[in-house]
């Protein structure tokens, strides 16, 4: 079986989700209250994407021609 997050070769089913062992570590073990900054960004995943959300990202691919900078 194949990751449902990024297609890979999984490791079983972990948070409800059939995961690669990259992408089980995706819930935030401070309970969602890591701090962001250029240093520690890379030190969980669901705290940055979640971040991203709030500051307006939105989850669709593909630039629409009238958002662009």
Known sequence: ????ICGD????RNYGAITCESCKVGKCRSHGNCL??????R???SCRINKCYEMGMRKVTGIDKKSRI
């Open 36 to 41: 962001l900054n250029k240093i520690t960004r």
């Open 9 to 12: 070769k999984s490791v079983g």
């Open 43 to 45: 030190s969980c995943k």
């Open 1 to 4: 079986m194949n990751c449902d």
